[in-house]
């Protein structure tokens, strides 16, 4: 079948790093699954990015404006505008384009996999008579704490606009992490964000419900059925009208798999790690949507790290470094490197390296488990914290850094070169989530999810 005639599928990620890598590396298997991918994504992204995919490639691109003036921020808030109030016209006009091309000859489009966080390309499926599944590129249990919203409420846990009633334990089973109030992802910023935040989890549930599957980038062995789900205390059990979950996480291991960066990536920090001695250097990184940590946090993880000395590579965009002290990077040169954005996955695959201090991200996550590193955790917005729970609680391969401190620093470093096993739980974890029997199940499940979409053309 050539590319053609083959049928279409449109992927539609949310516009931001930690969302666009995982749906490329689905579309990558998805073209090995007879279909043409076309991935959907922001004018301004597509600028980005669109070299790294490169020509001749089973992946299309295609960018439509967002409306967003230049130089504007293009924080949560902006995003969402644009994903509401313009983006969906320009997603109907390519989608009334490529229904012309088929009378040429040009493939049906055969779905749309959507991003649950870009909801609103399920509403313009629905519109066009196009089936969609939806895709959730986190761990599958952020999933199923944004569906526990409507039991929260009738429970009294949160109000009807997301505000936390009680305090304490959330969840019954005792194997989850312990979870309270503070771990609600949308509890971040003003009361008016904080409602915004919460307006858009919920929406995004409604619209998911119609769903009748869910593509997932978490693991086999992690997917939670309905005995295993998170359940409210003194909670009823409820229809559940929601979407087939397959667990389906591509890793890096698939050659076929890319990394693509919005940003400009500075290798030369690969060199000076070919510099420093084996299992030495802590990497750092809070990832690349927002400002990571204000200017008296960096002020005082700089003095902190300069303090002890400890070899270090630093990801820190120029706009954000206005909280380091006069003189700090030719201060600390010998022994750190501050770059404004690092090829990660090379960086943490260099022999040098032995911890990461990361945000909990769970692109970021997989890489740590993938090559091998303990974890710092200091998780600053999103499904971060509950990530950070499972980290530290559960699969014990890392531990929550309380501040910026020179102890706090100093101790969390101390802890992690004292746990004896967590080389240990590193690899049985790496080999649970991405093992050749993991990645059997998975592709089983991809098998299953496109075999159904075949069979109705």
């Known amino acids: 079948m050539t590319n053609k005639k083959r049928p279409k599928i449109l992927l539609v990620p949310y ?39 490169g020509s001749g490639t089973e992946i299309s691109l295609i960018g439509i404006p967002d409306e967003i003036e230049e130089g504007s921020p293009r924080d949560f808030f902006a995003v969402e505008r644009a ?16 229904r012309k091309e088929e009378e040429d000859g040009g493939g049906v489009i055969a779905c749309f996999v959507v991003d649950l966080l870009a909801s609103w390309a399920i509403k313009v499926g629905c519109q066009c008579g196009i089936p969609v599944a939806g895709f959730w590129p986190a761990m599958v249990e952020t999933y199923h704490l944004i569906k526990a919203i409507p039991d929260m409420i009738r429970t009294g846990f949160i109000s009807n606009t997301g505000i936390p009633q009680c305090q304490g334990p959330m969840f019954a089973k005792s194997e989850e992490p312990s979870l309270s109030s503070e771990d609600l992802p949308w509890l971040i910023g003003t009361s008016a964000e904080r409602q915004s935040r919460f307006n858009f989890w919920t929406r995004t549930l409604d619209r998911s419900r119609s769903l009748e599957w869910l593509l997932v980038t978490s693991y086999p062995d992690n997917y939670c059925d309905k005995t295993k789900q998170l359940k409210l205390i003194n909670t009823n059990d409820v229809c559940d009208d929601y979407p087939q979950i397959l667990p389906a996480g591509f890793t890096h291991d698939d050659h076929r798999s890319r990394n693509v960066s919005f940003l400009e990536e500075d290798h030369s920090c690969l060199d000076w790690l070919d510099k420093q001695k084996d299992g030495s250097v802590l990497y750092i990184s809070f990832g690349s ?52 954005w690092a090829p990660q996955l090379k960086v943490l695959q260099h022999k040098a390296v032995r911890y990461y201090l990361t945000h909990c991200g769970w692109n970021s996550t997989l890489e740590a488990i993938q090559c091998q590193k303990r974890m710092l955790c200091y998780p600053l917005a999103g499904d971060q ?6 980290v530290v609680q559960v699969w014990r391969v890392g531990i929550r850094l309380n501040g910026f401190e020179y102890q706090d620093l100093e101790t969390g470093i101390q802890k992690l070169m004292k746990e004896e096993t967590m080389d240990k739980r590193l690899v049985e974890m ?12 998975m592709m089983n499940n991809v098998a299953t999810f496109t075999n159904s979409i075949l069979k109705n053309l």
């Open 289 to 340: 949507w927002v400002s990571p940590i204000e200017e008296t946090k960096v002020k005082r993880l700089a003095l902190a790290l300069e303090a002890l000395t400890q070899p270090f590579i630093w990801v820190l965009g120029a706009n954000w470094r206005n909280g380091l002290p006069a003189g700090y990077i030719e201060k600390v040169s010998q022994f750190g490197q501050i770059v404004s």
């Open 83 to 98: 994903m509401e109030n313009i983006m969906p016209k320009y997603l109907e006009k390519l989608v009334e384009k490529s």
């Open 385 to 390: 914290f509950l990530n950070c729970k499972y």
């Open 15 to 53: 516009p931001a790093q930690g969302h666009v890598t995982p749906i490329i590396n689905l579309a990558s298997v998805l073209a090995r699954q007879s279909f043409k991918p076309v991935i959907v994504t922001t004018e301004f992204i597509h600028r980005s990015i669109s070299h790294q995919i």
């Open 430 to 441: 790496k080999e649970r989530m991405m093992g050749k029997e993991a990645r059997f199940r």
